[in-house]
């Protein structure tokens, strides 16, 4: 870290992050009432939600190039105020094309929080990147263990179901006040840096093949975001209409997950600092996540759906999205920002279509949407194995762990 001056920075941020967490989820966590308040069914749901993935998408690589220019503390600026529209639309939406309107306000919130929130941590942390990037899952995850919680407590004392969006517009007001004061790493500071790092050349840097491996880490950013927006958007769904379980006990998987999810990214931070390459665990956590969506799709009962929601968090929620990033950079070091770009893009395509196929599907059955996220999570296994072979291929057998 630069220096302690900073820390109200990463608390002002990292708190965005926690809020953006719970902004994934709070359409679905809160879908019995949406559908009365938008005279809608589940898949009218599920297509206000895809309005979050089609405003990431159209947005992210021209506010990461604005914000090389001008700034982290302005697309902060501009994150906030986006939530907050996002929390208060949703409340008065009264058919489902407006809600999708504020979910689109609320993707181009999420790809200010990224293009400014991301970058700044990791220039206040410059000499612990891989950690500062961690640590947003850790505090999304946190906020999708928190919000289900909160909405017991409404759902129990029969408060209105708009509690929980209003409490979040009180706090991102006040990180909003917040961001007025606290420092960021000036743009001429990190400019320096950046021709430093121009200035020192790899010698026999691997290089990878973009037709291979980089098509398939592309599409593995598909199939990760997929795979765990599909169960966060679907598993209180799936727990009270296939398990048949009561409305509180459904909402309290995502609480499941969330743990599952938190302790994955710690798992994981130690695993690929010490251990293994980040390529590896493209294989062994979506394995992992197949095995307990198949487990969850063919035993629907109430303590298979805890267990279940936990092991998911963990394999689905541990970072995959990340570490396909981080492995993307290995095969092309030479264009970090334009292959990251790549992998995050392909993220934002699943949040948009998404909602939208698995809203389809489930007008057959609810089911099937496990279904559709187990077919997903396969492709992503398949795409993983290549990469690794072109991995072992590519690198020496010096960096292998």
């Known amino acids: 870290m630069r220096d302690k001056k900073y820390f109200s920075t990463l608390t002002v941020i990292y708190l965005n992050y926690l809020i953006h967490g719970i902004a994934l989820i709070i359409l679905a966590q809160n879908i019995t009432y ?5 005279g809608t069914d589940n898949s009218g749901v599920m297509f206000v939600v895809s309005g979050l993935g089609i405003g990431k998408l159209v947005t ?8 090389d220019k001008f700034g982290r503390r302005p697309f902060m600026f501009l994150s906030i105020l ?6 208060a639309g949703i409340l008065i939406s009264p058919n489902i ?5 504020f979910s689109f306000i609320c993707g181009f919130g999420n790809t200010c929080l990224d293009s400014g929130g991301t970058p700044a941590l990791m220039e206040i942390l410059n000499k612990m990147m891989g950690t500062a990037s961690i640590l947003t899952k850790l505090f999304i995850a946190a906020g999708q263990f928190i919000l ?14 708009g509690t929980s969006f209003l409490l979040c517009i009180g706090v991102l007001i006040v990180l909003g006040v917040c961001l007025i004061r606290v420092p960021f790493v000036s743009v001429n500071e990190t400019k320096c840096e950046c021709r430093e790092t121009e200035n020192r050349t790899d010698i026999d840097m691997p290089k990878g093949n973009m037709r291979i491996e980089g098509i398939a880490l592309i599409i593995i950013g598909y199939t990760s975001t997929a795979t765990f927006h599909t169960i966060i958007n679907w598993i209180t769904i ?9 409305e509180t006990t459904a909402q309290s998987l995502m609480s499941f997950y969330s743990t599952g999810a938190v302790i994955a990214v710690a798992a994981t931070a130690f695993l690929v600092q010490k251990l293994v390459k980040p390529v590896r665990m493209l294989i062994v956590y979506p394995v992992l996540a197949t095995a307990a969506m198949t487990i969850l799709m063919v035993y629907p009962t109430e303590m298979v759906c805890r267990i279940m929601a936990f092991a998911i968090g963990c394999f689905a929620g541990g970072g995959v999205l990340q570490l396909a990033a981080a492995a993307i950079v290995e095969f092309f070091p030479e264009k970090k920002g334009t292959v990251t770009g790549m992998v995050f893009t392909a993220s934002g395509v699943a949040m948009f279509l998404g909602p939208i196929i698995t809203g389809f599907v489930s007008k057959i059955s609810v089911s099937y949407v496990l279904v559709y996220d187990i077919a997903v999570t396969l492709l992503g296994i398949l795409l993983a194995i290549v990469v690794n072979i072109r991995y072992n291929q590519a690198f020496s057998k010096k960096t292998e762990r």
């Open 148 to 161: 289900p919680v909160v909405i017991g407590v409404v759902v129990a004392r029969q408060m209105y179901y």
């Open 60 to 67: 992210q690589y021209v506010a990461g190039i604005l914000s």
């Open 238 to 246: 799936y727990a009270r209409e296939v398990a048949k379980l009561s």
């Open 97 to 101: 094309y407006v809600g999708f309107f």
């Open 34 to 38: 949406l559908k009365e308040q938008m």
């Open 82 to 87: 986006s939530y907050i529209i996002f929390f």
